[in-house]
């Protein structure tokens, strides 16, 4: 049959339900989101009485940080009620998902009541993450069993990729292909099939990882602040680590997931990991359980007057100031930007850290290994899972890789950990990887047919990375590919994707072989963030040393190379995610097509570090500005609110936000849920535009400025934020100087004037902000703290 998903019941409003609500709402699906009656409440004729627990779930949700909304418009499409008085209106659903307590009995209860008003055909999902899915639906009807499956999310669902589906031996194999589907194309999720084993694919393997290093911290007599600057970002985990996570997670849920496998997979051959140490049942015991509690592993106190964040000293259960670890191979290996590079270097090393990763990469080779295919049959799930559901950066069979296969083996097999019979025969029948790229496609090395298998949705996501052999040019930052179907593709690789030199220079040959070879550019990087924007280093260190023509020529380099992506002889698609800031905006700003990840964070911040936009951004504004004048409102409201945009360097906290604030343009600009799916939507959006004939566009010259009339209301803005303590005297010179280009300079009227005369004034501008003692003041401080001062 064909399904569509157009209203969505959830049945409880925890944490999850809330948070499943809004995601939902988020992508345009109309939600009835339900909880039991509120207490007190059974004799009241009010809805607002008898809905209190459900609407005060949602608010709490609505106002938690992260948001769960992408916009908050988002939250009209939420409507509550409770299980009493609305449980009928799920007959109008196409999907509902139960979110309640995590105990069979309730849910089989409540299922036995969702059938009366559950219409046949409708999917009914579990978002449980501990029971198994098959006991659930016992006592259900055909229909039900057929339709039903568990959908594990994580936590916060609009941020984590995870969607876990788990099938009965009952659920129908459309029921599932459509979920799997669904998840991925409209939820923007990982969607991985899991077998009905306790914990599942994500929550075995992570809290294994998590448990393993427990037990070898005691071996070794390591810390906690030891730990975690050994298992955060440096190895490509998330900076929340080991203990940072537990906490936020809950002592408590990790000890129950624990216990659970422990007690239900007695064949587990690493069972014995899953025991709870005695200091983690000591935590349990005194309600230390982490964030939900105030304090586990770490505790936050008020300390003359400021905040200060202790670590619990297992030893003697008390807590202490955070110690500062000191392990020479760390300290070599931050420098190197390579994530892989890294992690050969750190598990080879000699000290006791290097100690460490051996002994926990072995344990989890060792475990993966095993869990084919009693958790799944196909290693890349494993992978998927663990990358979307705990953050991280490369996968287990892929760290396995990069350290080599055979000579891993060999190692852990010498230091007594025993990898499962599937790995020596892959090894002996000449597979030497897990994964392999042949032809722009990636391989995974199937266990049951012994053969090398492409990754499903190879077509949809497509990676730069596995286009290495189809390189067309790069330098020492940048890479230009040859991506398929006559596209381009084109990525740099600086610290935080910066723009400097190199990246522009790369930028202009890539158009440049475009027009000559191609249909057209996608630009677009796998790195955690599309750009965060120009490099500030250089241009600090010009301005300190007062190359001021040196200066100008960078600049006039920036704005031209966005002008070129703007009137190239071919279409330019961008693809952002994550951080898009200055630079990184402008860039997006000048493209014909934007295909921007939702989790796209994007906006002009120049003015954190004293300047004006000043790579094309400024003029953008103000001709978009021009364009969107109409006769119904005064002319200023438009100039006004693109202005302070600017001026309060705002950034939208979603793709969805930066249509809001004129960032992507509505009709043109496109969101991509899926982030794996964003580089493949623009080789489309290339390809689409090449065939409808595309024509290089024509440098504007009709630009509507308005000039002093409005230059002098906008003043008066900036000096009631000053006033009210909203900006800083610097702030209000720079904000100054960002009116004066965005109406035009101080014309005595309203003027028509050309992409290059703003361009001109924009340049002028950055240039005598870099002369300012206190832009500097700011650079410097981002240099070296990462964050701008407020002088």
């Known amino acids: ?119 046949p055909g409708t999917l009914i999902t579990s978002n449980t993450s501990g029971i198994p899915i098959h006991l659930m639906a016992e006592g259900r009807s055909e229909d039900f069993k057929k339709h039903f499956c568990g959908s594990h999310f994580f936590n916060p669902p609009r941020y984590l990729w995870l969607l876990e589906i788990i099938p009965t031996p009952h659920t129908s194999r459309d029921v599932v292909d459509f979920l799997l589907h669904y998840g991925d194309l409209f939820l923007g999720k990982t969607t991985v099939l899991c077998k ?68 239900n997979c007695p064949a587990d051959e690493a069972r014995a990991v899953f025991n709870i140490p005695a200091w983690l049942d000591t935590m349990v015991t005194n309600n230390w359980l982490g964030d939900k509690t105030g304090q586990g592993f770490f505790k936050k106190v008020q300390s003359a007057g400021s905040k200060e964040i202790l670590t619990l000293n297992l030893h ?13 191979s760390l300290d070599a290996a931050k420098p190197i930007d390579d994530l892989k590079q890294r992690l050969a270097m750190l598990v080879a090393a000699p000290d006791k850290a290097g100690e460490f990763y051996r002994a926990f990469h072995y344990s989890l080779f060792s475990y993966i290994s095993f869990r084919i295919p009693e958790i799944s049959d196909e290693l890349y799930r494993l992978d998927d899972a663990m990358k979307a559901g705990f953050g991280w950066e490369v996968g287990a069979f892929e760290s ?68 290495r052999d189809q390189l067309v040019w790069k330098n020492s930052a940048c890479r230009l590919y040859d991506i398929g179907d006559g596209v381009a593709g084109f990525e740099w690789s600086s610290k935080m994707n910066s723009i400097g030199g190199e990246v522009l220079e790369g930028l202009n040959k890539a158009i440049g072989i475009a027009e000559e070879k191609f249909k057209g550019l996608v630009i677009a990087n796998e ?29 006039r380099l920036f704005q031209n190379s966005m002008m070129r992506v703007r009137y190239s002889a ?39 570090v004293g300047l004006i936009p000043g790579g094309g951004g400024t003029k953008e504004f103000a001709l978009r500005a021009a364009d969107e004048m109409h006769e119904d409102e005064p002319e200023t409201i438009t100039l006004k609110n693109r ?27 496109e969101v991509v849920m899926n982030t794996s799916r964003r580089i493949n939507e623009a080789r489309k959006s290339v390809i689409e535009a090449y065939e409808q004939g595309y024509i290089t ?36 010179v720079v904000a100054k100087k960002l009116a004066y280009v965005m109406c035009g300079g101080d014309l005595s009227e309203q003027s028509l004037v050309s992409e290059q005369y703003l361009l001109d004034l924009e340049r002028e501008a950055f240039l005598s902000l870099c002369g300012e003692k206190k832009t500097l003041e700011r650079i410097q401080s981002v240099l070296k703290t990462g964050k701008p001062i407020r002088n």
């Open 1 to 119: 049959m064909i399904r569509s998903i157009k209203k969505v019941a959830v049945l409880g409003s925890g944490v999850m339900g809330s948070r499943i609500a809004c995601h939902f709402a988020g992508i345009g699906v109309q939600v009835l989101l339900l909880d039991m009656l509120a207490k007190g409440a059974e004799t009241s004729t009010k809805p607002a009485e008898r809905n209190k627990l459900v609407n005060d779930a949602l608010q709490a949700a609505i106002k938690s940080n992260p948001s769960p909304v992408f916009t908050k418009e988002v939250v009209k499409r939420i409507t509550t009620g409770n299980f009493e008085d609305n449980l009928k209106e799920i007959a109008h659903c196409d999907w509902i998902i139960e979110v309640v307590v995590e105990r069979l009995d309730i849910k089989q209860q409540l299922y036995e009541k969702v059938e009366q008003f559950r219409k």
């Open 196 to 263: 009905d084993t306790p914990a599942f694919i994500a929550n075995r393997i992570g809290v294994f990882g998590i448990m393993s290093i427990f037990h070898i911290m005691d071996q070794m007599q390591l810390g906690i602040d030891e730990i975690d600057a050994l298992t955060g970002p440096l190895i490509g985990r998330p900076k929340s680590a080991t203990f940072r996570t537990a906490d936020v997670v809950g002592i408590d849920t990790l000890v129950k997931v624990a216990r659970g496998v422990a007690e």
């Open 316 to 328: 003697t259960m008390e807590y202490g100031p955070r110690a500062r670890p000191r392990f020479a």
């Open 400 to 467: 396995w890789d990069v350290l080599g296969v055979a000579k891993t083996v060999a190692a852990m097999k010498a230091a007594g950990h025993q990898p499962a019979p599937w790995i020596e025969e892959m090894l002996a029948g000449g597979a030497t990887s897990f994964y392999k790229v042949e032809n722009g496609k990636r391989l995974y090395y199937d266990v049951n047919s012994k053969t090398y298998q492409p990754l499903p949705g190879g077509e949809a996501f497509l990676i730069l990375n596995n286009h």
């Open 527 to 555: 790195s955690a963030n599309f750009s965060a924007g120009a490099n500030v280093g250089m241009i600090f260190m010009l301005a300190i040393e007062q190359e001021y023509d040196e200066l100008d020529m960078a600049i």
């Open 570 to 608: 071919v279409p330019v698609v961008t693809a952002p995610h994550g951080l898009t800031l200055g630079g990184g905006c402008e860039m997006n700003l000048h493209a014909d097509k934007v295909c921007a990840a939702a989790e796209t964070y994007i906006g002009l911040v120049e003015l954190g």
């Open 643 to 669: 202005f302070f945009n600017v001026a309060t360097a705002k950034v939208a906290t979603s793709a969805f936000e930066a249509f809001e604030m004129g960032i992507l343009r509505k009709g043109h600009d």
């Open 697 to 732: 566009p024509v440098q504007r010259k009709d630009i509507k400025v308005l000039g002093r009339s409005v230059l002098g209301a906008l003043y008066a803005g900036i000096n009631g934020m000053w006033r009210g303590n909203y900006a800083t005297d610097h702030d209000v």
